[in-house]
């Protein structure tokens, strides 16, 4: 960005008053007590702050202007009056002392802290007025010294010329903010020492807000602290009838105290409709914030990220957050990210995920270092917490990226036991949580994305927690730290997945899909809890696992697996072409009926129409480990030899406690013989 620098006209403020000044004290604090005060005037003459902004750059003093005098660290309220242009006689009664420190404007909340600093405002909205600042803006100090006020100017302002305004809009505000998250306004901290403003340490705003009722074609002025926009700036127009639209500058601005910056004329941006072809273009934290008065039920909008944005600092609330998962008047949102971040997204409560429950599609995206808390009772995700797919949509999420952080779902939140006695499959979404989302339904889809965000919940899962009546996932990857908690004081059960806690398809019209996926990290089950897979914690009826590996850390509770911790019901398993690595295998079962399973691609699977082929593990290099629920010791398991040859029940009800795939002596030549492609070019 070009910059050009104006200096506001500068001379000193010679000022005379009207009482004896002892010699200064080396570091002035307030007097405590009755103090008398005296009617004191200062005359300022050639006054280079403040308030009026002539066409030279030099400024006046305007009518009704008042300054704050501090006297013994008391705030007095002075008047200014007998005004021409520059010169003007300031009026007041404050206490005899021999410092008198002057900051304009007055402030009745300012106040005297100690060692020379004095804290007051620098107000985030300020009007539009064409040519000049507002009123009581644009902070500056002075300091009685030998019986003269010399003031200073303490703020930049950046000046922004505005070409022309859209035909049939009426602009309201004009709003800037650092790309970085800069704070340039709110609470400020003057330093009378050294004659600087700074933010202070709480209070502070990184946007500054220009309004007005119809703000025509002229140059405007944003007051602000002298600070480095060092990634530029994001400007946003914002309209009468409640659009907005934004524009952006990647280059650095220097805001210097009594300097102006210039920034480069424009028009303001037409903004989008929500529509396919004009999408509404977002730019900044308050842009995403006003996503939620673009959205309505039953209504299909289109959003388009053009800028990254950072949301440190805000408590965020799901864009839609319904009663139930079923709600057919759902909102349809496409959101296209263009390959931005949204960093620092922190969240909690009801649907805790940046869209909530989503139908539609999100494209393009990264969230860095999401924070990401479920209110117990929805599930969560740091993309959505549940993806569904209905009136005739498929809903999906492609090549969404989740940069770290952390989701936390429901723990062990009274899942019951199966009416046959043994432990209950959980599959209420509301303990389902996930690196991007806590649960896909009704056949959605998330491809090419990544999470290595660590997830703790009841069913949990680096990409998904619980994948239901179909889906698919397909090239993705999960490096996080995944936790399942069970229920520590009832028969609670719970899944940990590289990819997904638990999968569940609905027919053979309608399976759920995992292909060419891959994860790393730790995956535990514990507190209770059931099963860790290094792809799926448990999968159930009609699923289908293919050309996957993992090198996960595995440990499971009842069962474990390199591919699956558990397979169960009517319709079947088929796992092929996959490979487990695993880092380790290790189980440590608590007393139940069930059947301990450690497998090195499938800990434990119940039911018909299982299907493992053309599989490969570490069996060679890495042991099955478990912890003896009976004896409490630990145990080494020496597979059989059948449970490393491929696997068909034909669709007859079968039980078995573990399969291993084929041994491979190096993890490439595994992936070769399983004709699955590295996980780098995945």
């Known amino acids: 960005m070009r910059k050009f620098y104006c200096p506001f006209a500068a001379a000193a403020a010679m000022a005379a008053v009207t009482v004896s000044c002892a010699e200064q004290p080396e570091d002035m604090e307030p007097v405590t007590g009755n103090v008398e005060k005296t009617e004191m005037t200062f005359m300022a003459e050639a006054l280079s702050t403040r308030t009026a902004l002539q066409s030279d750059d030099r400024v006046f003093w305007s009518e009704g202007d008042n300054v704050s005098i501090f006297s013994n660290g008391e705030n007095e309220k002075f008047e200014v009056s007998e005004i021409n242009g520059s010169s003007a006689v300031i009026t007041g009664s404050a206490a005899e002392s021999g410092s008198y420190y002057a900051v304009y404007p007055y402030n009745e909340d300012a106040s005297w802290v100690g060692d020379g600093i004095i804290t007051t405002v620098l107000p985030e909205i300020q009007p539009a007025i064409n040519g000049t600042f507002g009123e009581g803006i644009n902070l500056s100090a002075a300091v009685a010294e030998d019986g003269n006020l010399v003031f200073s100017n303490l703020c930049g302002l950046a000046a922004l010329t505005v070409n022309s305004v859209p035909e049939g809009k009426t602009l309201t505000s004009i709003s800037i903010q650092g790309r970085s998250g800069e704070i340039i306004a709110g609470a400020a901290s003057v330093n009378m020492n050294e004659m600087s403003v700074s933010a202070a340490e709480e209070g502070g705003s990184g946007t500054v807000t220009l309004t007005g009722e119809n703000i025509a074609p002229g140059t405007y002025y944003f007051t602000m602290f002298p600070v480095e926009l060092a990634s530029g700036a994001v400007i946003t127009f914002t309209y009468g009838d409640g659009t907005s639209a934004s524009i952006y500058a990647d280059a650095n601005i220097a805001l210097l105290a009594g300097l102006i910056c210039e920034l480069p004329a424009v028009d303001a941006p037409v903004p989008g409709d929500g529509t396919e072809g004009k999408p509404y273009k977002l730019a900044s934290a308050a842009d995403l914030q006003n996503m939620r008065n673009m959205i309505s039920e ?69 969230f860095e270092n999401p924070s990401v808390e479920s209110d117990g009772a929805s599930p969560a995700g740091a993309v959505a917490s549940a993806l569904v797919s209905r009136n005739g949509i498929t809903s999906e999420i492609v090549n969404v990226q989740v940069s770290g952080g952390h989701v936390t779902g429901a723990y062990g939140a009274g899942v019951e036991q199966g009416t046959d006695g043994r432990l209950g499959v959980a599959s209420s979404p509301a303990y389902a949580a996930g690196g991007i989302c806590g649960v896909m339904r009704n056949g959605g889809k998330i491809l090419g994305s990544t999470s290595s965000a660590d997830v703790d919940g009841t069913i949990a899962g680096g990409i998904i927690g619980t994948g239901e009546l179909g889906g698919e996932v397909t090239r993705c990857r999960s490096y996080g730290d995944i936790t399942a908690h069970g229920k520590a004081d009832a028969a609670a059960i719970a899944y940990a997945g590289g990819i997904a806690g638990l999968i569940s398809g609905s027919g053979s019209d309608n399976k759920f899909w995992i292909k060419e996926c891959y994860s790393a990290g730790t995956l535990t089950s514990t507190d209770l809890a059931y099963s860790s897979g290094g792809i799926a914690g448990i999968a159930k009826n009609d699923t289908w696992i293919e050309t996957s590996y993992t090198e996960a850390v595995l440990h499971g509770r009842v069962n474990a697996g390199g591919i699956v911790g558990s397979a169960w019901g009517t319709w079947g398993l088929t796992v092929k072409n996959c490979v487990a690595w695993c880092q380790e295998y290790h189980t440590a079962p608590f007393a139940c009926d069930e059947k301990f399973g450690n497998g090195y691609v499938v800990g434990a699977w119940k039911g018909g129409y299982n299907e493992f082929s053309d599989c490969w593990s570490n069996s060679a290099s890495v042991s099955l480990e478990w912890l003896n629920p009976d004896t409490s010791t630990e145990e080494t398991l020496t597979p059989d030899s059948g449970e490393s040859g491929n696997v068909n029940t034909g669709g007859t009800e079968d039980f078995g406690n573990r399969y291993c795939g084929q041994s491979a002596a190096s993890l490439e030549a595994a992936l070769s013989s399983a004709g699955i492609t590295p996980v780098q070019s995945i």
């Open 298 to 366: 039953g209504k299909t909008v289109f959003f388009s990220l053009v800028d990254d944005v950072d949301m440190k600092g805000i408590e965020w609330t799901p864009l839609y957050a319904p009663e139930s998962l079923a709600d057919e008047t759902c909102p349809v949102i496409y959101f296209e990210g263009n390959g931005h971040v949204i960093s620092n997204l922190t969240v909690s409560g009801k649907h805790a995920s940046f869209f909530g429950v989503l139908t539609g599609n999100c494209w393009n995206l990264t």
